[in-house]
């Protein structure tokens, strides 16, 4: 191979590379605004990638679903304390209320 075919090869290969590098930029940047990627959702659990389309906020795996529905649970109790401690915080007020009415 003479010298002038070396460069001439190499001025193709970065030719190629410089594309390759301007495709990956452009896909970056189309990435970034979220075109390149499928819509999706992460399981609230593992947060492996999901379907927008699956129904539920996890994925398919038992732990996940376990876990869930223990903060499921304990979610629920904790609004019908908070609930319970408005309810004992606004009634005597309105009883009050009425008293002042009457
Ligand atoms: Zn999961």
Do not use: W
């Not at 990638?49 to 038992?62: K, M, R, T």
């Amino acid at each position: 191979m003479s010298r002038a075919e070396k460069i001439a090869k190499m001025a193709t290969m970065t030719a190629v590379q410089a594309k390759e590098n301007s495709s990956v930029k452009r896909r970056r940047k189309k990435a970034k605004k979220g075109v390149l990627f499928e819509a999706h959702k992460h399981c609230v659990e593992c947060s492996i990638p999901i379907p927008l389309s699956y129904d539920s906020l996890i994925c398919e795996d038992e732990e996940c679903k376990i876990n869930q529905e223990k903060k499921e649970k304990s979610r629920k109790r904790l609004s019908i304390l908070l609930y319970i401690g408005v309810a004992i915080f606004i009634i005597p007020l309105i009883i009050q209320l009425v008293g002042a009415l009457n």
